[in-house]
């Protein structure tokens, strides 16, 4: 499966941005998906990601309350609606697919083996 991720830019703190994942290849609706992002001179760092039900949804406590992650299988889309934007959430946000099935908590564990290119979201005061 191939991912691309879009919809970064730049917001002010406070406001709010959607980025999207679209998906090309084999069947989308049965992978595993997760949000990951990184800034210069740190690890990558887990967001939030999604079963392939859509019904399961995992978060990291830095963005739980501000972020949500969805998916669209019909359109091959996962996306992640991130409000109340602070300065530390710029990043370049990346997407994953697991082709394993995580539920809950879990689902930051799963073997990610298909990525996207970044995609770069700046937040400014």
């Known amino acids: 499966v191939q991912l691309q991720a879009s919809g970064g830019g730049l917001v002010q703190t406070g406001g709010s941005l959607r980025i999207s994942c679209a998906a090309s290849?084999?069947?989308?609706?049965?992978?595993?998906v997760g949000w990951f992002r990184q800034t210069q001179g740190k690890e990558r760092e887990f967001v939030a990601a999604?079963?392939?039900?859509?019904?399961?949804?995992h978060y990291a406590d830095s963005v739980r309350g501000r972020f949500t992650i969805s998916r669209d299988n019909a359109e091959n889309t996962v996306y992640l609606q991130m409000n109340s934007l602070k300065r530390e959430d710029t990043a370049v946000y990346f997407c994953?697919?697991?082709?394993?099935?995580?539920?809950?908590?879990?689902?930051?564990?799963?073997?990610?083996?298909?990525w996207g290119q970044g995609t770069l979201v700046t937040v400014s005061s």
């Open positions: 290849g084999r069947t989308f609706s049965s992978y595993t």
């Open positions: 994953a697919a697991s082709e394993a099935n995580y539920y809950g908590s879990m689902l930051y564990k799963a073997p990610y083996n298909y």
């Open positions: 999604i079963s392939w039900t859509g019904y399961s949804t």
